[in-house]
């Protein structure tokens, strides 16, 4: 009975051996490209209304990739799209406002994006990405810090996956979406939130 119960957990110790170890190789092989998962992934904002209170929203629509490298923070970077079409503040009326030439511009501009330039690392969980944000057709520089909050590998795809968080302010006059500012109705600035969970691309 002994020789069986041996046999038998040596038999269900193999898959998460050989999933461990296909990690430790995945990360001892360099940068690692990810696909940025739309379904787990989010942006949001707020902005000030009538200096009382927060507006906030969301879109709906994020893609990109990611390559990351845990020895090598230099190999790190990042590229991603917004679709500005996608913004869903739960009014219909706002968001068609929103779509139009005082703020988003779709007709003109239809993606917002970001590309990284340089990764450094914090810390053990912290990284400093320095880009470009291009809004309304303007580029301007970005840096955040993005925290990792975790890495494992999908039990379903046995993909390896990532996610990662970040907030930060943008100045909307420097994008010239000053629309509300003067008269006090809306604020100059935007906080922004990035969540990602991204998958191993094959």
Do not use: W
């Not at 079409?85 to 703020?103: G, I």
């Amino acid at each position: 009975m002994k020789t069986f119960l041996a046999i038998a957990s040596a038999a269900l110790a193999l898959p998460l051996v050989a999933v461990a170890a296909s990690q430790d190789g995945a990360k001892a092989a360099g940068p690692t490209t990810f696909e940025i998962d739309p379904v787990h992934s989010s942006v949001t904002f707020r902005l000030r209304h009538m200096g009382v209170a927060y507006a906030t929203g969301r879109f709906n629509a994020l893609a990109g990739e990611l390559s990351y490298d845990a020895a090598d923070a230099s190999k790190c970077s990042v590229t991603a799209t917004v679709d500005p079409t996608s913004v869903d503040t739960n009014n219909d009326d706002r968001d068609a406002h929103l779509r139009a030439a005082d703020f988003f511009d779709v007709e003109k501009h239809a993606a917002m994006t970001f590309a990284s330039k340089r990764v450094e690392r914090v810390d053990d969980d912290t990284f400093r990405m320095t880009g470009t944000l291009t809004y309304r057709g303007v580029e301007q520089p970005l840096t955040a810090e993005f925290d990792m909050i975790g890495e494992t590998v999908n039990p379903r795809s046995q993909r390896r996956t990532v996610g990662f968080t970040t907030t930060f302010q943008v100045d909307r006059a420097a994008f010239g979406d000053t629309y509300g500012v003067a008269q006090g109705s809306l604020g100059g600035t935007v906080e922004v939130r990035v969540d990602i969970e991204a998958t191993e691309k094959r």
